[in-house]
């Protein structure tokens, strides 16, 4: 409980986290809110009648960054290197000394990027659906009790790909790699979807199966994945990383 | 008296440039990061050649699938960019620098010259390898190409590549870290730039989509810059980020 504590402060004294926080809160809700300005327009035109049955999710599914970027962060700060003046020490070793236990330290550090994550992911998709709702006013999708396994979805999702940057950041010890792979798949035509081009067994991929949570209408998609059996190979994957992520850190020297 | 001196400063900025030239050449991350971009860049265009072999994209042509991995590759050119940047600031490289070349200006010209010589030939050679790739893979398969147009494309892949290198140097220069100027490029290149992209036509005069132009064909979108446009565009933005870069940096402490 103490590590966590730890964790969650070190976390929280980091620059970048609240770059992290801002990132996901600012991107879907601004991207929700120019879409729904277009929505209106067309609606207002005739063009459109109805809004689609993902707006708002899919605007979501972008603001993951947030969550990668914390996932990064929370253990490449722990190595990185001071200047050759300050002593060239790392943050891991200094944390090591206070925490032992390698398994403990790294399960507080999951758990303290899990549970911020689940905060951003909520946080962001009440200000998102808000920003619908304010822009499109009557003509806002109906959020009734189907809504609440999809939003549960989107803070799972925002979880479980926090907890694989992390994962692939103890693997690396350097956050590029993990944030240029992460984000360059975030992007409008993610590298998995077009994977998924070549093979159908891509749709297996963690982030292909994870946004079946939430996202109803995939385009042209070959394979249909049931929104808990998507989460479930997610999580899997997510899992099989962070036991790989803890042998490696548990048998190497920091 | 004055040729003396003109002498000499062109002597000092070619030992200036031989001393980049010599930094850039022992990163091992600037190899890394070039090799990794290619072996990607070349997984990436079978995909796209599978998919075109698939008849998902009509008559398959070559320069169109053997380019189409640029789009993704681009961020391994704009991870060497900040790297060769920030590189001088972890560890206090940066005021060894400055204390060989104390002339600020003359220092950071030196440093861009000497990462456009290294990356030309690298843009070139990523470009190159999936039309290649490309072509071989296609056979008679693909439409006819000709050699104009071929040189043109590919000309245009390699100045986009170089002008977003440099770009993204001068932005990590601003930031001097390499992971919070990692997230704001990546998250601009890839995120927010194609969302604009589809948002507003304005956004042809942002450097990624004005840049598009120089080697992705888009008959269908109007709005579209012509490529000479698109390179015009590029280069002033990346004329205007070295200026604003050198500002700051002659402005600063170290």
């Not at chain 1, 000394?97 to 009440?126: G, N, Q, W």
């Not at chain 2, 060497?80 to 940047?85: D, E, R, Y």
């Not at chain 2, 002033?236 to 940096?249: D, G, H, K, N, Q």
Request: a neutral charge; one cysteine or more.
């Amino acid at each position: 409980m103490r590590a966590l504590t730890a964790e969650l402060s070190k976390l929280t004294s980091l620059l970048s986290f609240w770059v992290a926080l801002a990132t996901g809160l600012i991107v879907p809700t601004a991207i929700a809110a120019l879409n729904s300005v277009s929505t209106r327009k067309e609606i207002d035109l005739g063009v459109e009648t109805a809004v689609g049955i993902d707006m708002g999710y899919q605007e979501l599914a972008f603001g993951v960054i947030g969550a990668i970027i914390i996932g990064v962060i929370a253990v490449s700060n722990e190595y990185f290197t001071e200047s050759a003046e300050s002593g060239g020490g790392r943050q891991i070793t200094t944390s090591l000394i206070a925490v032992p236990s390698r398994l403990r330290f790294l399960l507080a550090k999951a758990t303290a990027v899990a549970l911020v994550s689940a905060v951003l992911a909520s946080a962001a998709a009440v200000a998102t659906m808000a920003a619908i709702r304010i822009v499109l006013g009557e003509h806002a999708p109906e959020m009734g009790s189907e809504a609440i396994p999809r939003l549960a979805g989107i803070v799972c999702y925002w979880v479980l790909t926090a907890l694989l940057a992390f994962g692939i950041t103890v693997l690396t010890r350097h956050g590029v790699i993990p944030l240029a792979i992460l984000i360059v798949n975030t992007s409008v035509v993610t590298v998995t979807y077009l994977l998924t081009r070549l093979t159908s067994l891509a749709y297996y991929l963690p982030d292909m199966a994870g946004i079946r949570m939430f996202i109803r209408n995939l385009e042209d998609s070959t394979v249909e994945i049931a929104p808990l059996v998507g989460g479930l190979v997610m999580t899997a994957w997510v899992a099989a990383l962070l036991i790989i992520a803890a042998i490696v850190f548990c048998r190497r020297d920091a | 008296m004055s040729a003396e001196v003109a002498r000499s400063r062109s002597r000092e900025f070619v030992q200036a440039l031989a001393a980049e030239l010599s930094k850039l050449w022992s990163l091992p991350a600037v190899w890394l990061t070039l090799g990794g971009s290619l072996i990607v860049n070349l997984i990436l265009a079978a995909a796209f050649i599978s998919a075109g072999l698939q008849g998902l994209t009509g008559t398959p042509n070559v320069l169109d699938i053997g380019l189409a991995s640029i789009s993704y590759i681009q961020a391994g050119f704009i991870i060497l960019g900040i790297v060769a940047s920030c590189s001088e600031y972890t560890g206090g490289q940066i005021r060894t620098t400055l204390t060989a070349i104390p002339r600020r200006s003359l220092q950071l010209v030196a440093a861009h010259l000497a990462l456009t010589i290294v990356v030309i030939p690298a843009a070139i050679i990523t470009a190159a390898s999936g039309v290649l790739f490309a072509a071989i893979a296609l056979g008679d398969a693909s439409a006819s190409m000709e050699l104009g147009s071929t040189v043109r494309m590919l000309a245009g892949a390699t100045g986009y590549l170089g002008l977003t290198t440099l770009i993204s140097a001068s932005c990590g220069v601003l930031l001097r870290r390499t992971l919070p100027a990692a997230i704001a490029l990546l998250g601009y290149y890839f995120i927010a730039g194609p969302l604009l992209r589809e948002q507003t036509t304005q956004a042809r005069y942002l450097p990624d989509t004005a840049g598009f132009s120089m080697w992705f064909p888009q008959p269908e979108d109007a709005s579209a810059l012509p490529p000479a446009q698109g390179a015009f565009v590029l280069v002033a933005w990346t004329l205007a980020a070295f200026a604003i870069s050198l500002v700051v940096y002659r402005s600063r402490d170290a």
